[in-house]
C-alpha cells in the first residue's frame, strides 16, 4: 500500500526503492522483536517450572517422601538447565535493560555461578546506583562466594540500608542480611541483636528466624533449631537452598568447634533431620540409628531411617524401618503405599 501511494504520488523508483528498504527493515525489526519476546517467555516459563519442581522437591523432603524427593529434584535439574541455556542466549551483560539484567542474575545464583551472577548485579548498580533490590541480591551473592569477598558484601547491603533509611521503607531485609554477614564473620551476639530486630519488624519474615536458628545449631541446641527451621513450613526454592546452605554452615561449626550436645534420642533425631536437611544423607542415617538404639518407639523415627534408606539403596533396610513404624502406629497410609511398593520391587 506504502508503495501504490508513492506511485500516485509521481515519486521516482529510488525513492520507492528506499521506502521497500525502510519497510522491509522495519519488518525484520518487529519480526526480530517478537521472536526475542518468544524465546524470553520460553526461558522464564522453564525458570518458574524450576522453581516449582524445587518446591515440590522440598515439600517431598519435608514429607519424608524419597521417591518423590528425588523425582522433582532431578526435574528441577533439568528446567534449571534448560532455563540457564536459554537465558545466556538471551542476554547481553553489556545491556541497559536493568530488570532482565536482575533477573538473568537470579538465574546464573541458581546455577551457582556466582561471578557471573556479580557482573550482572554490578552492571544493574550501575544503571540504577538506588535500586536496593539488587544491592541486597548482589550482597547475597557475594556472600555465597565466602570470606574473600565479606567486605564486598558488607558493602552493598550497608549501601542498601542508607537508601532504606533515606526513603523510610523498612530494613527487616537488609539487617538480616547484615546479621547473616555478622554471623559468618563470628560477631554471633550482633547477628543475634539484628535478627531480632528484623523480627520485630516483621514477625513472618523466615530468613531472619533461619539466622536465629543457625546460632542455636551451632551452639549445640539442635532440637530448638529444628524446631524453629520446621516452624516456618513451606519456604520458596530461594529460601529453602538458602536454609539447605546456612543449617551446612552451622553444622560444620558446631563439629569443628566440638560442642556438644546432650545426649538424647531427640537431639539425635534431631541431628539426623539437620544433616540430611544438609545434604549428608550417610551420616544422617547413622544419627538416626543411634536415636532408635536410646528410644526405639518412635515411628517418626523408623519412618525417616526407611525413607533415607530407600534414598540410599538399601531396600532392606528401608523395609524393615517401614515395618518397625506401622508396628507402632497402624494407621498411616503413606507408610503402607511405600512399603507395599518396596514389596512389588523385590
Known amino acids: ?64 517422601d524419597a521417591e518423590e524427593y528425588q523425582k522433582y529434584n532431578k526435574e528441577a535439574a533439568r528446567f534449571l538447565e534448560e532455563g540457564r541455556e536459554a537465558f545466556d542466549a538471551l542476554v547481553d551483560l553489556k545491556s541497559r535493560d536493568a530488570e532482565l539484567l536482575s533477573e538473568y542474575a537470579q538465574v546464573l545464583g541458581h546455577s551457582q555461578d556466582f561471578d557471573l551472577a556479580v557482573e550482572a548485579l554490578r552492571r544493574v548498580v550501575e544503571i540504577k546506583p538506588q535500586d536496593t533490590d539488587a544491592l541486597l541480591a548482589l550482597c547475597r551473592v557475594l556472600m555465597r562466594m565466602g570470606a574473600s569477598s565479606a567486605a564486598d558484601a558488607e558493602e552493598a547491603v550497608r549501601r542498601a540500608l542508607d537508601v532504606l533509611a533515606e526513603s523510610g521503607e523498612t530494613l527487616h531485609e537488609a539487617v538480616t542480611l547484615l546479621g547473616d554477614l555478622q554471623s559468618s564473620g563470628g560477631a554471633y551476639d550482633l547477628a543475634r541483636k539484628n535478627y531480632a530486630k528484623a523480627i520485630e519488624a516483621n514477625p513472618g519474615f523466615p530468613a531472619a528466624s533461619i ?57 539425635h533425631y534431631a541431628y539426623a533431620k539437620l544433616l540430611f536437611q544438609a545434604g549428608r544423607a550417610d551420616e544422617s542415617l547413622f544419627a538416626a540409628l543411634h536415636s532408635v538404639k536410646m528410644k526405639n518407639d518412635d515411628h517418626q523415627v523408623w519412618n525417616f531411617i526407611g525413607s533415607v534408606s530407600r534414598i540410599l539403596g538399601n531396600s532392606q533396610q528401608a523395609k524393615k524401618a517401614f515395618e518397625r513404624s506401622l508396628e507402632l502406629e497402624p494407621e498411616q497410609p503413606r507408610t503402607i503405599s511405600v512399603l507395599n511398593e518396596l514389596n512389588t520391587e523385590q
Open 211 to 267: 539466622g536465629l536458628a543457625a546460632l542455636e545449631i551451632r551452639e549445640g541446641k539442635l532440637a530448638e533449631g529444628l524446631t524453629r527451621v520446621e516452624s516456618l513450613g513451606a519456604l520458596s526454592p530461594e529460601l529453602s537452598q538458602r536454609m539447605s546452605a546456612v543449617i551446612a554452615g552451622s553444622l560444620s561449626d558446631f563439629e569443628r568447634r566440638r560442642r556438644s550436645m546432650q545426649d538424647t534420642p531427640e537431639n
Open 1 to 64: 500500500m506504502a508503495i501504490a501511494y508513492h506511485l500516485i504520488r509521481g515519486e521516482s523508483k529510488e525513492q520507492m526503492r528506499t521506502v521497500a528498504t525502510i519497510l522491509f527493515i522495519a519488518c525484520l525489526v518487529l519480526g526480530h522483536s517478537a521472536f526475542a519476546d518468544s524465546s524470553l517467555a520460553e526461558a522464564r516459563a522453564k525458570i518458574t517450572n524450576y522453581e516449582k519442581s524445587l518446591l515440590k522437591a522440598s515439600q517431598a523432603m519435608a514429607k519424608q
